[in-house]
């Protein structure tokens, strides 16, 4: 997994559970019964990106070790951390690096105790910046900009508008990612920004183009840092971390082992930085990105 540069302080959220410290690393269980089938919450819709992952998951798992997932969503994602804890069985949950910032937004504890669960695995959705297509950016003009509802709108417009170029973007407030690319394919707004697994399909056909990427480089992109600065935004991506809980040493290397073809899995649906195995240093690195997202708007 490549490192992700931390350069800001990070501001730190009041809540029951904190990683800025961890008792330990190891939590296993003393469950000793084979497991044939697990739930795995997710923090968000399973029709997106955590969809995706937990499915991916759950295709390797029954393949090689006969371990059934079940994919599962709670109305919200402190209801999903309860859930989590709460459960007496083998259990998953896909913690994302947006739980801290949806933790301030929602005002509900979104963030796992990260001394009652175990990570295993890990990937990243990195993001494109899209244009419509047939454009160019052009210095000294201004352009309508499509974002989710859920992502840091402010602080990547006040990013983007710090170009060089004097190129300014004005935001237009989109539901989600493929609503942004539909929005663009539609030639409904000049450019936005999209997961790179909702852009593919619009890159690959031709209807947009995306020129910068917060991580990918498979059609060409150049990072988004050389259009508007190295600044910690400029490497923004959804991450997403499985974390479990109620099983023993055993149990979770075999869920391992069954998982080590992740990467080659993942890579074509556009995610990156994926590992199975989380040594302390990454989750607490993983842990440090989540936070420094509560200073973006």
């Known amino acids: 997994m490549k490192k992700i540069a931390i350069t800001s302080a990070v501001a730190v959220l009041t809540i029951a559970t904190s990683a800025s410290a961890f008792k330990g690393f190891n939590f296993f269980s ?124 402010a602080s ?31 030639s409904e707004v000049d450019a936005g920004i999209i997961a790179t697994a909702s852009a593919a399909k619009g890159v690959k056909a031709g209807s947009i183009a995306c020129p910068y990427s917060t991580g990918s480089d498979r059609f060409g992109q150049k990072p988004l840092k050389t259009f508007a600065g190295d600044k910690p935004i400029a490497n923004f991506k959804l991450g997403m971390m499985l974390f479990v809980r109620n099983m023993d040493a055993d149990q979770i290397k075999k869920l391992q082992e069954s998982t080590k073809d992740l990467n080659a899995l993942l890579t074509p649906q556009e995610m990156v930085d994926t590992a199975v195995g989380v040594t302390p240093e990454m989750l607490q690195e993983y842990v440090d990105f989540a936070k420094l997202q509560l200073q973006w708007k």
């Open 156 to 186: 990547i417009i006040e990013y983007l508008n710090g170009n060089a170029q004097n190129i300014k973007f004005k935001t237009v407030t989109y539901k989600s990612s493929g609503k942004v690319a539909a929005g663009l394919a539609n």
């Open 30 to 153: 003393d469950n000793k019964k084979e497991i044939t089938s697990m739930e795995v919450m997710a923090t968000s819709t399973l029709s997106g990106i955590q969809g995706r992952f937990i499915r991916s998951v759950g295709k390797l798992t029954e393949e090689n070790a006969d371990i059934k997932i079940q994919p599962k969503v709670s109305s919200g994602c402190g209801e999903t951390v309860k859930y989590f804890h709460d459960a007496k069985d083998p259990i998953g949950i896909v913690w994302s690096s947006s739980m801290y910032r949806n933790s301030k937004r929602k005002k509900q504890n979104c963030v796992i105790d990260f001394n009652d669960a175990t990570p295993v695995l890990v990937t990243y959705a990195p993001y494109e910046i899209c244009v419509r297509k047939g454009l160019t950016l052009e210095p000294n003009k201004e352009y309508t900009f499509g974002s989710g509802r859920f992502m840091p709108q």
